[in-house]
C-alpha cells in the first residue's frame, strides 16, 4: 500500500516531468482553500516561456539558494487571458518551504496564492498558470513569484508585468433538450473501485453540467468517524457555491448533498473533513463519466485522471 508520503514525491516527481498546474492555499495566508489556478496539463502544448523578467528595483536576494530561474509565457500570455509561469529553485535545503504567487501585485497586493512543499523537498520546478475572469479590454497586471524559507534573508523574488485581453470569442452554450419528466441517474465509478486511502482533502472532482439538475448525493469511504465535508466550486476554486459537513462512520456509505446546479464548469471536494483518511482509486479510473447531455465528470481537480487516480467522491446521483 502507497504511503502518503510515497504519494507526495511521486505528485512533485509527475508535476516536474509533465509540468502540470498546481493548487495551494490562497491569501491572505490565513485562509485556505482550492486554487484559483485552474489545474491544467500542458504536456504537448507549447507555451512559449520567454527570459527572465528582470524588472528596474525588483526584489532579489536569492544568495542562499545555489539555482533559481523564471520564466514567464511569452509574449506574456498564452491565450489572450491566461499568463503562465514556470519556476525553478534548487539547493534548498530541508525544511519548509512554500512559492508565494501574486498575480497582480500592484493593484491587489493582499491578494496571493501560497503553494506549500514536504520539508524534505530540495528542488521545486513548477509550471503554473492563471487565468482572468471578467476582463473588459487589454490590462496589463505585474506578476510576482517569491520563495519563502525558514532561515532565507531578504525577497527571493521574480516580477514580470504581462499583458492580458479578454478571449477573442467565447463558445456558445449547448442548448440542452428541454425535459418532459424527471429523470434520476447515477454517475461516476462505483464505491467498489476503492482501493486505497488518501487524506489530501482538497483535491475531488471536476465535471461540467450540460442541464438543469441536483446533485443528490455521493458514496464515501471514510477510514474513520468524523465530518466529511463536501464543498461545490466554481471552475476556478475561488468562488464556493455550496457546503455539506456530514457525520460520518468508517466504511462504504452514501451521504445526502441536495446541490442545485445549472449548467457550466464546477469542482467539489472535501477540504475540511475531520476524518483519517478517504478512500480513493490509483488503478482504472476513465475520465469522462458521463451521462450524455446532463453531466461529465471530466477530471481529477489536481489533473491526474489521465493516470488512473479518481478521489474521492463515487457513485454520483443526480436528478433533472
Not at 491565450?79 to 501574486?102: A, M, N, Q, S, T
Not at 457555491?241 to 446541490?259: D, K
Not at 451521462?291 to 477530471?299: H, N, Q, R, Y
Request: with cysteine.
Amino acid at each position: 500500500m502507497t504511503t502518503g508520503a510515497e504519494r507526495t514525491l511521486l505528485r512533485l516527481s509527475i508535476l516536474a516531468a509533465i509540468a502540470l498546474a498546481a493548487c495551494g492555499d490562497s491569501g491572505p495566508s490565513s485562509l485556505t482553500g482550492s486554487s484559483d489556478i485552474p489545474s491544467r496539463e500542458f504536456a504537448g502544448q507549447e507555451l512559449g516561456f520567454g527570459s527572465t523578467g528582470e524588472l528596474a528595483g525588483e526584489d532579489f536576494d536569492c544568495a542562499q539558494v545555489e539555482a533559481v530561474r523564471a520564466r514567464f509565457s511569452s509574449p506574456g500570455h498564452v491565450d489572450h487571458d491566461e499568463v503562465g509561469l514556470y519556476v525553478y529553485f534548487g539547493g534548498l535545503g530541508e525544511g519548509p518551504k512554500r512559492l508565494r504567487i501574486w498575480w497582480d501585485y500592484e493593484n491587489d497586493p493582499s491578494r496571493f496564492r501560497d503553494f506549500r512543499f514536504p520539508a524534505e523537498v530540495t528542488e521545486i520546478e513548477e509550471v503554473y498558470e492563471h487565468r482572468y475572469h471578467g476582463l473588459s479590454g487589454p490590462t496589463e497586471m505585474l506578476v510576482r513569484v517569491e520563495l519563502i524559507r525558514d532561515g532565507l534573508t531578504g525577497n527571493c523574488a521574480r516580477n514580470r508585468r504581462v499583458l492580458v485581453a479578454p478571449p477573442e470569442e467565447s463558445p456558445a452554450p449547448t442548448a440542452p433538450t428541454t425535459p418532459t419528466t424527471t429523470s434520476t441517474a447515477s454517475v461516476g465509478p462505483g464505491i467498489a473501485s476503492v482501493d486505497n486511502y488518501d487524506f489530501f482533502y482538497s483535491e475531488g472532482v471536476r465535471f461540467t453540467v450540460f442541464t438543469s439538475l441536483t446533485i443528490d448525493g455521493v458514496a464515501v469511504d471514510p477510514s474513520g468517524s468524523g465530518t466529511l465535508k463536501v464543498n461545490l466550486w466554481d471552475d476556478t476554486g475561488t468562488t464556493l457555491l455550496g457546503s455539506r459537513s456530514v457525520a460520518v462512520t468508517a466504511g462504504p456509505q452514501q451521504i445526502a448533498l441536495g446541490f442545485s446546479v445549472p449548467p457550466g464548469s464546477y469542482l467539489m471536494d472535501i477540504d475540511g473533513t475531520t476524518v483519517p483518511s478517504v478512500g480513493v482509486s490509483y488503478n482504472g479510473s476513465s475520465f469522462p463519466y458521463q451521462i450524455p447531455g446532463v453531466i461529465a465528470l471530466t477530471d481529477t481537480t489536481f489533473g491526474f485522471g489521465g493516470f488512473g487516480w479518481y478521489y474521492f467522491l463515487y457513485d454520483w446521483q443526480v436528478t433533472w
